[in-house]
């Protein structure tokens, strides 16, 4: 009998933690794609990217709480195939891993942009993209930010505490509208304009400009050009089940479930839930009933 968790984020961790507080003694591997052990995103953004923290301070658990954990730990391996009837998981490195019980916790992955593959583009999700987009920062670059939600207007913070030239392009006329409406955007708006920060809210992007394979600016709906060194895409996430393509679970922005988050028999999912999906945002599978 062996249980795989698939997502070693805080969703993962955590399911893999209750099966062992539930009393499941038997064989338990998880498996994450990042190659550090389980860490709190949150502050990646906050304490990260401005060196506030060193990287060690944003992990979940400690290396003695793994080891109590008793599991077969498979970080920096990435999951890319699911055969449901078969009990598989086919990881990256062409191995499969029999189970007879499945959590899917991959939680999410950032939004692209066409071309977001030249060097100087940055997404913020990992600690590797915090420590990579550090260290871009302190090179001294100008800095657009393509979004102002959450993770936009942080990034921003971030950029200004350390001195540097940003501008954030929101398609929205203010930021963080979605939560919060037109009035405590408005507030937002002028705390980062207070600090330096150049704000294009109600113009969307065109593309993204480059040269030699590296980014020198992003060109605006409105013709307009912003030369940048780096280029932060802060455009939300959609749900990471593109490994999950042709398994025959229902997927629907997410992966959709029951109210015990049961996807199918002996399969659940856990982790974080766009608006619109079934899916809940706890691990209850009840593994007598899955």
């Known amino acids: ?39 709190d995103r949150p502050p990646l953004s906050k304490q990260i990217l401005p060196g506030v923290w060193k990287p060690e301070r944003v992990t979940l658990r400690s290396l003695q709480d793994l080891v109590r954990l008793e599991a077969e730990l498979r970080f920096g391996q990435r999951a890319t195939a699911l055969d449901v009837e078969g009990g598989q998981v086919r990881l990256g490195n062409g191995e499969s891993i029999g189970f007879d019980g499945l959590i899917i916790a991959t939680g999410v992955t950032p939004r692209h942009l066409p071309d977001s593959d030249l060097a100087g583009v940055h997404v913020l999700r990992t600690l590797d993209d915090a420590l990579g987009l550090r260290a871009a920062l302190l090179t001294g670059p100008r800095v657009v930010v393509v979004g ?10 971030a950029a200004r505490t350390m001195g540097l030239e940003v501008t954030v392009v929101e398609p929205e006329p203010v930021p963080v509208r979605r939560p919060f409406g037109d009035r405590m955007g408005a507030l937002v708006a002028d705390l980062h304009r207070d600090h330096g920060t150049r704000l294009r809210c109600g113009t969307p992007v065109c593309r993204l400009r ?29 749900p990471a089940t593109h490994w999950l393509a042709g398994s025959s679970l229902r997927l629907r922005d997410g992966v959709e479930c029951d109210a015990l988050c049961r996807a199918a028999p002996g399969i659940c999912a856990a982790g974080e839930s766009p608006p ?4 809940t945002s706890a691990p209850a599978c009840d593994w007598n009933t899955a």
């Open 148 to 157: 102002a939600g959450f993770l936009g207007t942080e990034v921003a913070a």
């Open 276 to 279: 619109g999906t079934t899916r």
């Open 1 to 39: 009998m062996k249980r795989i968790v698939v997502g070693a984020s805080a969703a993962g961790l955590t399911a893999a933690e209750a099966l062992r507080r539930r009393g499941w003694g038997g064989d338990l591997t998880l498996i994450g794609e990042e190659p550090h052990p389980p860490c």
């Open 210 to 238: 480059g040269a030699g394979g590296r980014v020198t600016g992003v060109e605006l709906g409105d013709g307009t050009t912003l030369s940048a060194e780096v280029v932060v895409l802060a455009l939300g996430s959609t």
